[in-house]
């Protein structure tokens, strides 16, 4: 059995990196989160945009640990300050239907020319069923201001959440 | 009316006027029954005093994971489907230095513009 790692480092040309990967676990998420937040404030990635990718953190990998299939999770993260680049990488494998519920979210969601928009679409759905409901996807494109990509080949699942460091200015409110 | 669970907490005073709410903590859940629940719990109480608006206090709320951000979404539909003269607004007030809830609370007054209004943004 692997054991649980934690390896993260620095590159001579100012990238930092960062791999967790572990058994799948509620408590270990938010660990994670809270360590992910902390590596990219020790990054010198500005507090606001740290907390920002840890967030997307959380979402990816409470996804990967609800439907991993063979009890590991784990996530890449890279910090690339002279490209102003943040690359986040979650990979698990999980069960036939949670990949084929997971490329039907991808296509929506990658498709939508503005992440509030479809944020938004996604929460009125959400107000009428029960399931799983691709919010905390939503959530990375328009909070984390991230663009997902996704991979999924039979069950193996690896979703990437990647962009600027700076952040923009989020869309002014509309009103109805 | 109060919900504490490991991580958070969430209190509700219906006597003050406007009725308060205050969560707490790390809300991470792993299904949003419980919480759909409670939240479904508070509307009704708040229907029941005939409140126009409830005050949300999140400056002490660390994070919230989107499992249970559904049922702030769900609360607010119930809100939605009452008449339009016994529906009530909902003011949340966010800390500036918790980072994730400005965008978070954002969109959410996007979903709902005429019961949302956010405040400390």
Known sequence: MRKDTVRAGKLSNGQAWMEVEFCPSWGFIDDARRFVEAFCC???VPAERATQIAMAAHELLQNAVKYSEDGRAGVKLRIDPPKDWVDLVVENRCTASAAKQLKVAASRLTKAADP???YVELMHETARRE????LGLARIQYEAQLELEFAVRGRAVS???SGPLALREQP???RA | MERAESGYRIRVDCTQSPPQMAMSGSVRVTEPGELKEFFGQVHSALVGCGACEVVVDLRDLDFLNSTAFKPLVHWLGLIDQLPVDG???VRFRIAKERHWQKPC???LSCFSPLLVTVEGA
């Open chain 1, 159 to 161: 979703v990437r959440a």
């Open chain 1, 131 to 134: 399931d799983g409901s691709g």
């Open chain 1, 172 to 174: 002014a409110r509309k």
């Open chain 1, 116 to 118: 509030l928009q479809v």
């Open chain 2, 105 to 107: 609370l954002g969109a």
């Open chain 2, 87 to 89: 529906r009530y607004t």
């Open chain 1, 42 to 44: 020790h990054s010198r």
